[in-house]
């Protein structure tokens, strides 16, 4: 790994120390700007932007990750620039004859999110990689398939796929089956999915069943469509190159250009109609229809229009909800009681990141009233509370934006 840090252009380690800062990473000299005050005494971490920083000072910190972990994340990373990097290498030798479709192919891997969303734990044994073929007839497919997953929470506090459908760009299916989890699971969400435990009574496909189809599907150059696909991708253990994001490729009108549209409101704009009406279960055949809509509308109408930002629909029980994120793994859920007060049930949230050191859960209330007043009663002084729970100050910020823009808010530091 040390070769290919010391190799590797400038804005690939920039990419790669920030996202780093973003997954809380540290290495032998501590985190990012640990790092700085004690590698450059001068200056320290008050010029901390990796951008400012020479490729030199970038390679160096990059090289204080030991763990295995730590390493196979960085690689994958550097694996999604060598994806750019083909894409873009083809792109310029051929850009008057890009097809669109090869181009919302390029948008999605160009899209800042791309390094942070698509790297993923590939490396285990059972996950599936498709290689990005570098021949000139595989990276002029035009072939396209969506795909939609439906994933249930299962006791080990992972999730697990039950259900998996994939439409060509006629809209029609070429593969919709139930999988059977092969784990216990805790919670079916079947106010989401629509998914029982009698629904999967007798069924016997296998991850692995559905990774041996979709391989064929994928053969040859095969474009893999899907709205924030990188989760399907993980519910399957599919490491795919060749990937429309259609939450990337759709821009907002004077918005922030990390905030991804949902699905319903792309469909209501876009198409003229909504995926699901409020309140009912995904239908996972219903989504991938219409993210391969999606793709063809925006072949069809042009890759300038944007979308209007809107205000996203919440429901009134997810406003009840307080999301508690970064918990030192080592912290049980149950402690959690001790610093949110009120009646409230905690639901530790899926790690997907395996061998994680951090997790999130939720905090349900009854009612956003009782969610508000469990946030103002939060008692102690928060510098001193940060000393012993030093987390929740990371996730106390988080709060005040759902509880004042009534949002299910994703950040992360």
Same mark, same amino acid.
């Given at each position: 790994?040390?070769?290919?840090?010391?190799?590797?252009?400038?804005?690939?380690?920039?990419?790669?120390?920030?996202?780093?800062?973003?997954?809380?990473?540290?290495?032998?000299?501590?985190?990012?700007?640990?790092?700085?005050?004690?590698?450059?005494?001068?200056?320290?971490?008050?010029?901390?932007?990796?951008?400012?920083?020479?490729?030199? #000072?970038?390679?160096?910190?990059?090289?204080?990750?030991?763990?295995?972990?730590?390493?196979?994340?960085?690689?994958?990373?550097?694996?999604?620039?060598?994806?750019?990097?083909?894409?873009?290498?083809?792109?310029?030798?051929?850009?008057?004859?890009?097809?669109?479709?090869?181009? /919302?192919?390029? $948008?999605?891997?160009?899209?800042?999110?791309?390094?942070?969303?698509?790297? !993923?734990?590939?490396?285990?044994?059972?996950?599936?990689?498709?290689?990005?073929?570098?021949?000139?007839?595989?990276?002029?497919?035009?072939?396209?398939?969506?795909?939609?997953?439906?994933?249930?929470?299962?006791?080990?506090?992972?999730?697990?796929?039950?259900?998996?459908? #994939? *439409?060509?760009?006629?809209?029609?299916?070429?593969?919709?089956?139930?999988?059977?989890?092969?784990? #216990?699971?805790?919670?079916?969400?079947?106010?989401?999915?629509?998914?029982?435990?009698?629904?999967?009574?007798?069924?016997?496909?296998? /991850?692995?069943?559905?990774?041996?189809?979709?391989?064929?599907?994928?053969?040859?150059?095969?474009? $893999?469509?899907?709205?924030?696909?990188? %989760?399907?991708?993980?519910?399957?253990?599919?490491?795919?190159?060749?990937?429309?994001?259609?939450?990337?490729?759709?821009? +907002?009108?004077?918005?922030?250009?990390?905030?991804?549209?949902?699905? %319903? %409101?792309?469909?209501?704009?876009?198409?003229?109609?909504? *995926?699901?009406?409020?309140?009912?279960?995904?239908?996972?055949?219903?989504?991938?229809?219409?993210?391969?809509?999606?793709?063809?509308?925006?072949?069809?109408?042009?890759?300038?229009?944007?979308?209007?930002?809107?205000?996203?629909? *919440?429901?009134? @029980?997810?406003?009840?909800?307080?999301?508690?994120?970064?918990?030192?793994?080592?912290?049980?859920?149950?402690?959690?009681?001790?610093?949110?007060?009120?009646?409230?049930? @905690?639901?530790?949230?899926?790690?997907?990141?395996?061998?994680?050191?951090?997790?999130?859960?939720?905090?349900?209330?009854?009612?956003?009233?009782?969610?508000?007043?469990? !946030?103002?009663?939060?008692?102690?002084?928060?510098?001193?509370?940060?000393?012993?729970? !030093?987390?929740?100050?990371? !996730?106390?910020?988080?709060?005040?934006?759902?509880?004042?823009?009534?949002?299910? $808010?994703? +950040?992360?530091?």
């Amino acid at each position: 790994m040390d070769e290919k840090i010391a190799t590797a252009e400038k804005d690939v380690l920039v990419e790669m120390v920030k996202l780093s800062q973003k997954r809380g990473m540290t290495g032998t000299k501590g985190g990012w700007k640990d790092f700085l005050n004690s590698y450059d005494r001068k200056l320290g971490s008050s010029l901390s932007d990796p951008a400012r920083r020479s490729a030199d #000072v970038l390679a160096a910190f990059l090289k204080t990750f030991t763990k295995e972990d730590d390493l196979k994340f960085l690689a994958k990373v550097m694996q999604c620039h060598s994806n750019r990097k083909v894409v873009e290498q083809f792109t310029n030798k051929s850009r008057d004859d890009e097809s669109p479709e090869q181009r /919302l192919v390029r $948008l999605t891997l160009e899209h800042p999110l791309y390094p942070l969303d698509y790297s !993923f734990p590939s490396h285990e044994e059972d996950w599936l990689v498709t290689k990005l073929s570098k021949k000139s007839k595989a990276m002029r497919s035009n072939e396209m398939v969506a795909v939609d997953c439906e994933m249930v929470l299962c006791e080990d506090g992972a999730e697990a796929l039950v259900r998996v459908c #994939v *439409v060509d760009r006629n809209l029609q299916v070429k593969l919709d089956e139930l999988v059977n989890p092969n784990k #216990v699971v805790v919670d079916y969400r079947t106010e989401i999915t629509g998914i029982t435990a009698k629904d999967l009574e007798g069924i016997t496909c296998s /991850l692995a069943d559905i990774q041996k189809s979709m391989k064929k599907l994928l053969s040859h150059g095969t474009i $893999l469509v899907g709205h924030s696909l990188n %989760n399907d991708l993980q519910a399957l253990k599919l490491d795919h190159a060749r990937v429309i994001d259609t939450s990337f490729i759709f821009k +907002f009108l004077d918005g922030p250009l990390f905030r991804r549209p949902s699905l %319903n %409101n792309l469909c209501k704009f876009i198409l003229g109609y909504e *995926v699901r009406k409020k309140g009912a279960p995904h239908n996972c055949l219903d989504d991938a229809c219409a993210a391969m809509k999606l793709v063809l509308a925006k072949i069809e109408r042009g890759f300038d229009d944007a979308i209007p930002l809107v205000q996203e629909d *919440v429901p009134e @029980i997810e406003m009840a909800k307080l999301l508690l994120h970064r918990i030192p793994i080592k912290v049980p859920s149950e402690e959690l009681h001790r610093i949110i007060l009120g009646d409230c049930a @905690i639901e530790r949230q899926p790690n997907k990141k395996a061998g994680g050191e951090k997790y999130s859960a939720l905090a349900m209330f009854k009612s956003p009233e009782e969610a508000h007043a469990a !946030f103002e009663n939060l008692e102690g002084n928060l510098e001193k509370a940060c000393t012993r729970y !030093f987390f929740f100050y990371f !996730f106390l910020l988080l709060l005040v934006g759902i509880l004042l823009f009534s949002l299910p $808010l994703v +950040f992360s530091f």
